[in-house]
């Protein structure tokens, strides 16, 4: 299944297709330090394409939000939004758990956690 998230940047010079909200909001943070601009314009995608014909003739996605990272407080809500995203998806509201240490107990002696 395509992306139904699209990300346009470096004053549109640049564009990423992503899974979901999620992922572009991590995305975000992850270069905004890098990039050439500061601003993020996020699409959603919306209906597809009619052709004369009736049938689909493509994508389209409309715009959802500009991202602003010179904004006073703007890494702090992108990170206040995928903590509160995470929060929903363990089922759980509020605080998450502080992170796991990147060993494990086994009876009695330490092994290495396998991470990403």
């Known amino acids: ?13 640049q564009q990423r297709y992503l899974p979901d909200r ?19 314009e996020v699409f959603a995608e919306s209906a597809p394409v ?24 703007e890494a702090e809500r992108l990170q206040a939004e995928i903590a509160a995203g995470l929060a929903r998806e363990s089922g759980r509201e509020g605080l998450l758990s502080p992170p796991q240490s990147p060993t494990v107990e086994v009876r009695g002696s330490p092994v290495q956690r396998r991470t990403r």
């Open 50 to 73: 009619r052709l004369a014909d009736g049938t689909e003739g493509g994508r389209t996605f409309e715009l959802a939000e500009v991202i602003d990272m010179s904004r006073p407080g």
């Open 1 to 13: 299944m395509p992306a139904p998230w699209q990300l346009c940047f470096d004053d549109g010079h």
């Open 22 to 40: 999620q992922s572009v909001l991590r995305y975000v943070l992850a270069i905004a330090g890098k990039s050439a601009s500061k601003r993020f």
